[in-house]
């Protein structure tokens, strides 16, 4: 794999060329194969930031490019050691040409989604800049996805209050399978990463949380991941951004999602966060996510469900078959605690997880090793707003998290 960047006005255009072993299907860290559709993209800064350290412009071109590189990488120009051997370390892959030395940095930014993760991190920082990724079309892939208001989530992320800056970007649209997306979720972080000397950074916290962090969650399914690849400060990625001067923060990888929903619902960004892209107006209602995230809603507001979905919606069909399911602590945690839920297309799940509310007590509490690996500049703020705000985990129900998809704790 070839990687190349050119720059201008705030422009940055990546453009790859591939290797004769190189495929246009390959895995990324999480496993899902993805094809390739095109082999360039752009990041629009929101103003020229002027010379970037070769390390991150390499790091964001790799976020892009790691699916379907095989056996090397060669970057338009020289990448420190460190950086070099974090790559051949995490993948096996040799990285370069290889020469000058490793930055470092010292601030932290958000990587603000406008979800309630993120939101969640941004209450817990409130002196800390927000940078937000915003989806593009791509000049020369078609958009099928014109339905995602990327537009409408940005103007919210204005609206916050809050030193923010939006990153404009077409590199989802390099992904042709199965959807347009990132390439590593890690790309989301592309714009951070181009203005880390600008701003610099020496951190970007993310809104990843236990699910994702610690229980497997999104693509992964139900099992205790403590050297998850893409999170774990040890793993490939975490090794990669600390190598470039940007260390992976995790402020709430130790509270579920119940948390998060309850920091952000609870915050001065409640007005503002937004976890459905579908529609202008407010959340559509009645995709799949809307109905996991209210599920959740409903649970920490002690309400019954508001939804018009029914169990034979196809957004609904997962939860008619048995477990295990993706993100199924909150399933859990969400019907052993919304009233009148086996009146609900929740109802089948409900019953084959006989879920109750202590078997799901740990869900509103921090599990302590998540504080542990937050970086040293960041960590004693987030262990005091952890235990102020939510509490920590007992060591049972710490096993809780240790055990997840191994053995069934008591119910
Ligand atoms: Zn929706």
């Given amino acids: 794999m070839r990687v190349a960047w050119t720059a201008g006005d705030g422009l940055r255009h990546l453009a790859f060329r591939l290797d004769a072993e190189d495929g246009i299907t390959g895995p990324c860290t999480d496993g899902q194969p993805l094809k390739m559709a095109t082999n360039s993209c752009r990041v629009e800064l929101p103003y020229e930031p002027g010379e970037t350290h070769p390390d991150l412009l390499a790091l964001t071109a790799w976020t892009v490019v790691a699916p379907w590189t095989r056996r090397r990488v060669v970057f338009d120009r020289p990448v420190s050691p460190e950086f070099a051997a974090a790559i051949e370390e995490g993948w096996g892959i040799e990285a370069g040409p290889v020469g000058g030395s490793p930055r470092s940095g010292r601030g932290l930014a958000i990587s603000y ?38 537009d409408a989530l940005a103007r919210l992320v204005g609206r916050t209050g809050r030193e923010s800056v939006t990153v404009r970007s077409d590199l989802e649209f390099v ?18 990463l181009l203005l880390a000397d600008e701003l610099d950074l020496g951190g ?42 940007v260390r992976i923060v995790l402020p709430v990888g130790g509270v579920s999602e119940a948390v998060t929903m309850r920091l952000a619902l609870g915050s001065p960004l409640r007005e503002h966060v937004r976890w459905c892209l579908r529609g202008t107006g407010g959340p559509c209602g009645t995709c799949g996510k809307c109905l996991y995230k209210e599920l959740i809603q409903a649970a920490i507001e002690r309400r019954p469900l508001r939804t018009p979905i029914t169990a034979d919606r196809g957004v609904a069909r997962k939860w008619q078959r048995p477990p295990p399911y993706g993100g199924q602590e909150m399933i859990e945690y969400g019907c052993a605690r919304v009233p009148g839920i086996e009146d609900t297309a929740f109802a089948k799940a409900a019953a084959f997880l006989g879920a109750t509310e202590e078997s799901t007590a740990w869900l509103d509490r921090c599990y302590p090793p998540a504080v542990e690996e937050v970086p040293a500049p960041w960590r004693e703020r987030v262990r005091a707003f952890m235990a102020a705000e939510v509490g920590f985990m007992s060591e049972d129900e710490a096993r809780r998290v240790e055990t997840w998809g191994t053995v069934r704790g008591p119910s």
């Fill in 175 to 192: 992904l042709a399978e199965p959807r347009p997306g990132y390439p590593e979720h890690h790309a989301v972080a592309a714009g951070a």
């Fill in 204 to 245: 970007i916290a993310f809104g990843y949380e236990l699910g994702s962090r610690w229980l497997g969650g999104g693509r992964y399914l139900h099992r205790y991941t403590p050297d998850n690849p893409m999170w774990a400060p040890h793993g490939a990625w975490g090794r990669a951004f600390a190598a470039a001067g």
């Fill in 113 to 150: 989604s406008g979800g309630a993760d993120s939101a969640a991190v941004a209450a817990m920082l409130p002196d800390v800049p927000l940078v937000h990724f915003q989806r593009v079309p791509h000049p020369r892939v078609p958009n099928r996805w014109a339905h995602y208001r990327s």
